[in-house]
Each structure stands twice: as C-alpha cells, then as structure tokens.
C-alpha cells in the first residue's frame, strides 16, 4: 500500500495544496514566497526522505505567520492521511542533531495525541525576512495536524539560522526512524489498544 496523499486548503489569508509521500526519496518541490521557510521545508524532506511537492501563495504583504503556520497545517494533514491507520510503523524516535556548535534533541511518538513541547529561545527577531517566532508555530501547527507528540529542546548553540535548521533536521531524522515499517510488527498497529488515535 503506498503511503501517499495531498491536501489542498484554501481560505482568505492562504491557498496550499501539499504532496507527501512517505517511501520517497527526499525530493523536495517547496514554494512557500517565503524563502528561508522553503529552504527549512526543503531540509525536512531530504533528511526525512519523505518526498514532498508544496505550493502556497499567502497574504505576504501583511507578514509571513499565516502562510508559515497555514503550510504546517497542510503538512501535517498530509502526513497524517498518508500514514492512514498507522500499521507496522516504528512510531518512537528520537535524535540528537548537531550543527556546528549547536546540538537540539528532537522525540516524536506518532501517537495520534498531538502535543508539542517547544524549548528553543533565539537571540534575534528575524532570520532574512522570516520572524524566528513564527518556527514555533510551524513546529505547533505541523504536530497538531500530523498527530504527533513532538518535543524539541535546543541544548546549547548560538548561532540562530543553526538553531532553528537543527530543529526541521531534528524532525526529519526523528520522522524517518518513526516511519520506518518495522518487519516485526507483521501489519500490526504499534499499541496495546489495536488503535492510535486519529
């Protein structure tokens, strides 16, 4: 069965249509308008390996946090539709992930509980044009749509674009070990209930 989907979502303030496909290769199509978003999305599928083709055109002319935060969204519904029932994922993992002299730990549990737990701090507002509080709610956004509980805590680093690059790595490692089908589970679903929420 192939673990594929697309999302299109449209509203006044974004218009996104997402394409996921968990078995890819990391190829990555992301055209967000928002150019460090896009370079972040496009370091979450090449170490992911999941493939994905993103379009959005958002109200940039008033600021960038609906296209970010409107692009999680989609993502993770994509994520979450791909995965279906989640048989025979691994669904725990976690990463430490360094850059330089920056080291953040990411755990997912792809539970079907969303939950994000967010301990980053920046020393600067902006990151090119992209306001560096808008990660958190990218990372808020994504989780809350995939269905992951998602804990991301940067242990030490100073430089910011370092930062906030080890947290979309972070999570593409952690994404492609939870992923993984694990031969073991012969189809089963990864939980003593028979079920992970939806």
Known sequence: ??????????????????????????????????????????????????????????????????TTEDSGIVLGQALAKALADKQGITRYAD????????????????????????????????LGEMDTELFREWFQAFAQNAGITLHIANLYGENNHHIAETCFKGLARALRLALTIDPRQAGRVPSTKGMLAV
């Open 1 to 66: 069965m192939k673990r594929q989907a697309t999302i299109t979502r449209k509203t006044k303030e974004t218009e996104i249509s997402a394409t996921v496909d968990l078995d890819g290769t990391g190829a990555y199509d992301v055209q967000t308008g928002v150019g460090f978003l896009d370079h972040m999305l496009e370091q979450l599928a090449r170490h992911s390996l999941i493939d994905i083709t993103l379009r959005a055109k958002g109200d940039l002319h008033i600021d960038f946090h609906h």
């Open 95 to 126: 990463v430490h992930l360094p850059m330089d002299e920056t080291l953040t730990r990411v755990a997912v549990d792809v539970s079907g509980r969303p939950y994000l737990i967010w301990d980053v701090t920046f020393t600067r507002d902006k």
